[in-house]
């Protein structure tokens, strides 16, 4: 099922609106992002969750029409999942942690078949929205500088970050022995932009004092001088 609830009216109101097309199957534990795409259509974009095993497919509601869309989607597929988070920066979603099959093989499409068993995860996927491709990721990091695995995190993107907040550890089956993690994590999801309008303000015989602007998430300058 799904619910409206109208914010910008002085009262609050929830409603249920009429979908067309054919709709998500029955889920719990999914992740649910808004985009506008290239056509300026605004959407909601489902991915995964829990219905008896993981699961790994991915639904469009376009909010003007409010027409269900199962797309079809290329690239490596990630691992079904639930219990995740979904992050978009610009035209990229960013699927990270959650609960995955623990199988015996890497056939993705058919854990539905033999999942028994699952584990947490600190694995990450993205999807570029515009073009429905899964893109591999080449991630130049130590094994240190990884979130450990986690489920039930919340997630949210500032400017190119992805910011990654709590969650449990889920090696511990029981809810009560579960360990719930207290980090902040980001994710630099490209390289900062350079800095601009660089001037020359006072040039000394033995100092050069020189200004720019601010840019967003960088933390250091490396400056060149020729």
């Known amino acids: 099922d799904l619910y409206i609830l109208e914010l910008e009216h002085a009262e ?11 709709c998500p199957t029955p889920r719990e534990s999914h992740s649910c992002v808004p985009y506008k795409g290239k056509d300026e259509r605004n959407m909601l974009i489902i991915f995964g969750g829990m219905s008896g095993c993981r ?6 509601l376009y909010l003007d029409s409010m027409n269900w869309f199962k797309p079809n989607v ?3 597929l990630p691992w079904p999942r639930s219990l995740h988070s979904a992050t978009v920066v610009k035209n990229k979603m960013y699927i990270f942690g959650g609960w995955i099959p623990l199988v015996l093989d890497d056939n993705k499409t058919n854990v539905q078949n033999h999942e028994k068993e699952w584990k947490c995860t600190n694995s990450l996927a993205c999807l570029n929205v515009d073009t429905l491709t899964w893109e591999s990721l080449a991630m130049e990091v130590f094994e240190d500088s990884l979130p450990r695995a986690r489920a039930g995190h919340s997630a949210v993107p500032i400017n190119n970050r992805v910011y990654i907040w709590s969650g449990r550890d889920g090696y511990r089956k029981a809810w009560n022995n579960q360990v719930c993690c207290k980090d902040l994590w980001f994710l630099e999801t490209e390289p900062p932009m350079a800095p601009s309008k660089i001037q020359l303000t ?3 015989t033995n100092s050069l004092e020189i200004s720019w602007g601010t840019v967003p998430n960088v933390e250091m ?3 060149q001088i020729q």
């Open 12 to 22: 609050t109101e929830w409603t249920i609106p009429i979908t067309f097309g054919q």
């Open 221 to 223: 300058y490396v400056l």
């Open 55 to 60: 699961l790994g497919d991915l639904w469009v």
């Open 74 to 76: 290329s690239g490596p």
């Open 202 to 204: 006072k040039p000394t």
